[in-house]
Each structure stands twice: as C-alpha cells, then as structure tokens.
C-alpha cells in the first residue's frame, strides 16, 4: 500500500471546508482593505530565494526542494514574498498599478523535519503592499493581520512588535550581537554557533531552550536605531494606538530572513506549544531593488494555514447555510427528483440527495450528519397530490409545499 510523503497531509473533506471558509474569509477581507489577488508560479529560479532570503538564511541551506533540470535549478517555493517581489518587477507593476496591495494564498514546500504545525507542504495566505514607506502602512498592515484572525474567530493571540532600522541600523545591531554573544558561543546551540560568524541576528529568532536562556540575558532596547527610524517606529506605534490594536513591544523579535529592515511583527498563539507563531511579516524596503526593480518600499505578511486550523477553536465541518437534503421514496419518485434537484440547483439553492438506497430513517440520519438545514421527502402520496413534504431540521415541523412553489419558498429560505 502506498502511503503519502513524510511531511505532506492530505487534507479530508471537514478540515477542507474549513480550509474553504478561511480563504472565502480571507478574500473577503483582503476586498475590505483594497488588495488584489496574484497567483505566482510554485516553481521558481532556486538563485531568486539566494538574492531574497540571503546565501546563510536556514530555508536557503537546509530547507528548500530544488529540481535540476541540465544545467537550470529551479526551487519549490519556500515562501510567497520573493515570486511576488519577481513579479511585480518582471511585469512592470509599477508603472500598470504604482503603488500595489497584493494578496495571495497557496501551497509552499521546505525541506525541515516534521512537526507540528510544521509540514513540508504547507500552505500560505499573505498580503505584500509596495510603493511607499508610510508608518501608516505599517500600521494598515497589522491590523488587516488583525481583522483576518477575528474573521477566522482565532482569539486569545498576541501581536509582538519591533523595528529593525535601516539597512545601517541592522548591520550596527548584527556586529554588537557578535561582539556581545562571542563569549557564551559555548552556550549556543551548533546552528547558532555558526549563525555567530554569519549573521548573529538569526540567534535571536532560535527556539532551541539554551540559545533563548542566553539572548533573554542581552539587554536589548532599540538604541540602534538611528533618528529616522526611531520616529518612524514611533509613528507606527502611534497609528496603532489610534486603531485601537493591541500589541506589545518585543525589542528581540528580528524575524529570520534578510530582507526585513524597520518594522517586524509576529502574532502568537499559546495553543501551538513552543512553535508558536501563526504569522509574522515586516517591512522590506530594499528588496525590489536588490532584485533588479525600481526603488520601491514594501511591507507584507503571511499567515502558516496548517497553524491557523491547529488554533481555530471551532473546526466543525463546514457546509452550505442552507444545504437542502431531498429523499425520495419509490422509482417514480426518484425520477421526479432528478428534475428536482436540476431545478434548485439552477436557481442556486445548494442540495443533495440519497444514492445509497437508504431508508427513509437512514436517510434522515445522513440529512443531519451533512448539516442539512431543510428535507424534501417525495413518496406515492406527495405525487398524487402534487405536493412535496418539507421539513424544517431546526425545529422537527414539517408541512406540504405545492410542487411549483418550492423553488420560490426554499430560495426565500435561503
């Protein structure tokens, strides 16, 4: 018997309605706050996540799935903002859109060891805003991130803040968390004893117990940042004070790629153990330029699916408000139920029917197990007199509709 990869998950038909929901939600609010759906390729140039994620980064070393082909290597993708950032500058989108809020939602792959909430196919719902520097944005930014997990009704999660600084501000911070760590490098973890010499910033985003037992001692308070930054992190925080979005500062939060400068922010949930980031997301005002595009400044997040279902309080299977279920009772009912279901589904009532062969007990019992909210039951005495029975699965009443009215009283139902 084959079985799937290490890794993979096949997602069933309850947590797929669910799945369903959260993206029908997420579009939804994506709308709200003006952002436009892009769908890039999953396979990309293995070298466009080398420029973007930076040659040291962990998912460039360890992590992505790559596919040599002759002398090309292409990647699976390891994550949504370097294909977007590839796109927006192969297609001119600045000069067809200018400034660009994009969102986008799909499958990524990394090469890491099974865990919970972590899978090498997994999947992605983001958002990437391009073209300005506003704090304003920034601030935008998080509470769009916000609104997503009230609209998955997600609560009890914490959004943790930081600033970055510039380019200059960033590299100032990297050299003093070398020169402040050199010494406990005994203490680190061997990833992060070679994180040292390469980018010390990644040791504090390491979730290994005894990195985190030496970083919590660094007295870290955001006096790298230079003047500009510092107001514009100020700013940002203000913007969220006006929004009333609740947030903590959290000065050790870097996030692990290189291309974050400024704000960074991750949100939490204490139901995922110590993985527990659900999303996370920062500015990136280098970027574009760096892969060859015009100076635009960018800002975006992303949201790890797999974790928003492992943190969604409510994973019922999800079905139509108003799905109706129709039994039929004899062959000539079933074939006056084959027009039936034709007639409703074409004035856009969802249904369905039994093709098991069930009685009509049965029946009912497989109407409730689909959270069918109305019955139709046709039998002998409902076509002689030309009637459909219609029960009401919320309260147990039933009555008899004239069979050319039930398409005009079930679409006013629904």
């Not at 304003?136 to 009890?156: M, R, T, W």
């Not at 799905?323 to 039936?340: H, P, R």
Request: some cysteine; proline content about 3%; charged content about 30%.
């Amino acid at each position: 018997m084959f079985r799937k990869i290490s890794g993979t998950k096949d997602i069933l038909p309850q947590e797929a309605d669910v799945l369903q929901q959260i993206e029908v939600t997420s579009r939804n609010i994506f709308s709200l706050y003006g952002y436009r759906q892009i769908r890039t390729p999953i396979l990309e140039d293995a070298a466009l996540f080398d420029r973007s994620l930076g040659k040291s980064a962990e998912i460039v070393q360890k992590q992505m799935f790559l596919i040599k082909n002759k002398e090309e290597v292409y990647a699976l993708r390891p994550e949504g903002t370097a294909g977007i950032v590839r796109a927006y500058i192969e297609n001119n989108l600045d000069k067809s859109l200018g400034f660009a809020k994009l969102y986008y939602l799909g499958p990524m792959f990394r090469f890491e060891r099974p865990q919970k909430g972590r899978l090498r196919q997994f999947h992605h719902i983001g958002a990437e805003a391009i073209g300005s520097t506003a704090a304003e944005l920034d601030a935008e930014v998080i509470s769009l991130a916000n609104s997503l997990l009230q609209g998955f009704g997600i609560s009890g999660y914490k959004i943790k803040i930081n600033s970055l600084g510039c380019a200059k501000d960033r590299k100032g911070l990297s050299d003093s968390l070398q020169r402040w760590l050199k010494g406990k490098a005994g203490d680190l973890c061997p990833d992060c004893q070679q994180r040292l010499e390469k980018n010390a910033l990644r040791v504090l985003d390491c979730k290994n117990e005894s990195c985190r037992a030496v970083v919590d001692k660094l007295d870290i308070t955001g006096g790298h940042l230079c003047p500009e930054c510092a107001a514009h992190f100020l700013r940002v925080k203000e913007c969220l004070d006006i929004s009333g979005i609740s947030y903590e500062v959290s000065p050790r939060l870097v996030r692990g790629l290189d291309y974050y400068t400024r704000t960074v922010f991750e949100i939490t949930h204490p139901d995922l153990g110590a993985q527990d980031a659900i999303g996370a997301g920062g500015r990136y005002d280098d970027l574009v330029k760096e892969l060859g595009g015009p100076v635009a400044p960018a800002i975006g997040f992303a949201f790890g699916v797999e974790r928003l279902l492992l943190a969604t309080s409510d994973q019922r299977p999800a079905t139509s408000d108003h799905l109706v279920y129709l039994i039929t009772l004899g062959q000539e009912a079933k074939k006056e139920g084959l027009k039936i279901l034709q007639e409703l589904r074409g004035s856009g009532v969802a249904c369905d029917t039994d093709y098991e062969e069930k009685s009509l007990k049965g029946a009912m019992r497989r109407a409730n197990d689909l959270g069918a909210t109305s019955v139709l039951i046709i039998g002998d005495d409902e076509l002689k007199k030309n009637v459909i029975t219609l029960k009401d699965m919320a309260n147990s009443q039933q009555r008899e509709i004239s069979r050319q009215d039930i398409v005009k009283e079930l679409r006013s139902s629904c």
